[in-house]
C-alpha cells in the first residue's frame, strides 16, 4: 500500500504597527516584506515607509520601502517581527487629539470653578 503524506511548510510572521490589519501570519517559506505588508491589508496613510524594521532573533533590520530597491524583497523567516512604525503626520495627530483632550478636561474645570465661585463665594 503506497501512502502520499503532503506537508504543508508555512512561516509565521508577525507586523504590527502602522498596516490595515495588524498581527500574525503564515507566509511560504519564500515570502517577502512586500508580500507580508500586502496580508495585513497594506500601509495605512501614517505609515513611515522609510523605517520599516525587521526584528530576527538578536538583530534589527532597518527598511526603507520608500526607495523600492532590493530592500522590498527582503526574504523572511521564521518568528520575523516587522514593526512599521508612524509618520509625522500621525505623531501630530496624536499630540493634536491629546491637546483637544486637555483643554477640554480645563474648560471644565474653568466652568466648574466659576459655578462655585458664583454660588458660594460671590454672595
Same mark, same amino acid.
Given at each position: 500500500?503506497?501512502?502520499?503524506?503532503?506537508?504543508?511548510?508555512?512561516?509565521?510572521?508577525?507586523?504590527?504597527?502602522?498596516?490595515?490589519? /495588524?498581527?500574525?501570519?503564515? $507566509?511560504?517559506?519564500?515570502?517577502?516584506?512586500?508580500? $507580508?505588508?500586502?496580508?495585513?491589508?497594506? /500601509?495605512? &496613510?501614517?505609515? &513611515? $515607509?522609510?523605517? @520599516?524594521?525587521?526584528? #530576527?532573533? &538578536?538583530?534589527?533590520?532597518? @527598511?526603507? $520601502?520608500?526607495?523600492?530597491?532590493?530592500?522590498?524583497?527582503?526574504?523572511?523567516?521564521?518568528?520575523?517581527?516587522?514593526?512599521? /512604525? /508612524?509618520? #509625522?503626520?500621525?505623531? @501630530?495627530?496624536?499630540?493634536?487629539?491629546?491637546?483637544?483632550?486637555?483643554?477640554?478636561?480645563?474648560?471644565?474645570? #474653568?466652568?466648574?470653578?466659576?459655578?462655585?465661585? #458664583?454660588?458660594?463665594?460671590?454672595k
Open positions: 500500500m503506497l501512502q502520499i503524506l503532503l506537508i504543508s511548510v508555512t512561516i509565521e510572521c508577525y507586523v504590527w504597527g502602522q498596516v490595515r490589519n /495588524p498581527g500574525a501570519y503564515e $507566509l511560504s517559506p519564500s515570502s517577502n516584506l512586500i508580500e $507580508l505588508i500586502s496580508c495585513a491589508g497594506g /500601509p495605512t &496613510d501614517y505609515a &513611515d $515607509l522609510s523605517r @520599516i524594521k525587521v526584528l #530576527r532573533h &538578536d538583530k534589527v533590520y532597518k @527598511i526603507n $520601502l520608500k526607495k523600492f530597491s532590493r530592500d522590498a524583497f527582503f526574504i523572511l523567516e521564521q518568528g520575523d517581527v516587522v514593526i512599521v /512604525p /508612524p509618520n #509625522r503626520t500621525y505623531k @501630530i495627530k496624536k499630540y493634536l487629539e491629546n491637546m483637544m483632550i486637555l483643554i477640554s478636561f480645563l474648560d471644565i474645570l #474653568r466652568f466648574g470653578l466659576e459655578l462655585y465661585w #458664583r454660588l458660594y463665594v460671590a
